[in-house]
């Protein structure tokens, strides 16, 4: 595919997937219906080697050429921002659009809630999954996916999900570890339906929402 093309695909990409996790703060608009009432249980045994490993990495926008140079595949200039390694701050599988790694999440502290969000696999694969956990540990889920293959309006439903977490402590500079399962029902526009499924561990440092 030549440079050109290939970047504005990856443009699209981003937009598309862009607009949907905007959506997914918004649950009056999201695609997804998550009528399962469940709360997060506590293991302060949970454990995983993922836990005790560091690892990051650039943006999805930056590519190592075969001659070992890097390029910023979305405007072509690389600046200081781009050459941020980020960490993975998840290690969970999802099976939507092929199977991949959500490497991943962020999680802030919205007032007296807890919102979580996995994606990973980007420019490939533009999809997320949020979470909100209230002080209860009761959360809900929220799928979204800027798939620019599919056609149609596309329409979501969590038909199990289950979380675990070390500990209680929601607050902002603690690093929540936890273990995630959710299995979900895509139904696209033409009535076509497909089950995925995400699952895997996280380790983000909860931060406080931006003023």
């Known amino acids: 595919m030549p440079p050109a093309m290939q970047r504005r695909m990856i443009a699209t990409l981003s937009m598309l997937m862009g607009v949907h996790l905007i959506a997914a703060d918004l649950p009056a608009s999201s695609a997804c219906d998550d009528g399962i009432s469940a709360s997060a249980s506590i293991s302060d045994s949970l454990d995983s080697p993922f836990f005790h490993e560091s690892k990051s990495s650039l943006n999805w926008w930056m590519v190592e ?52 969000s996995l994606h990973g696999g980007m420019p490939a694969y533009a999809s997320s999954l949020s979470l ?7 959360f809900r889920c929220d799928f979204s996916s800027g798939d620019p293959v599919r056609t149609g309006r596309l329409q979501w439903k969590i038909t199990k999900k289950e ?8 607050e902002p500079g603690q690093r929540l570890y936890g273990w995630i399962s959710v299995t979900f029902e895509e139904t696209d526009g ?7 499924k995400i699952e895997g561990y996280i380790k983000p440092v909860i931060q406080h929402k931006p003023a």
Do not use: W
Not at 132 to 138: A, E, G, H, Q, R
């Open 65 to 116: 050429g075969g001659d070992g140079k890097l390029e910023d595949t979305l405007d072509g200039e690389i600046g200081p921002d781009d050459l941020v390694r980020i960490e993975h701050t998840a290690n969970c599988t999802s099976t939507h659009q092929g199977e991949h790694l959500m490497e991943f999440g962020d999680a802030v502290r919205d007032g007296d809630r807890l919102r979580l």
């Open 132 to 138: 909100t956990i209230d002080p209860s540990l009761v």
């Open 163 to 170: 979380l675990q977490l070390r500990s209680r402590n929601l």
């Open 190 to 196: 033409a009535g076509e339906r497909r089950t995925y």
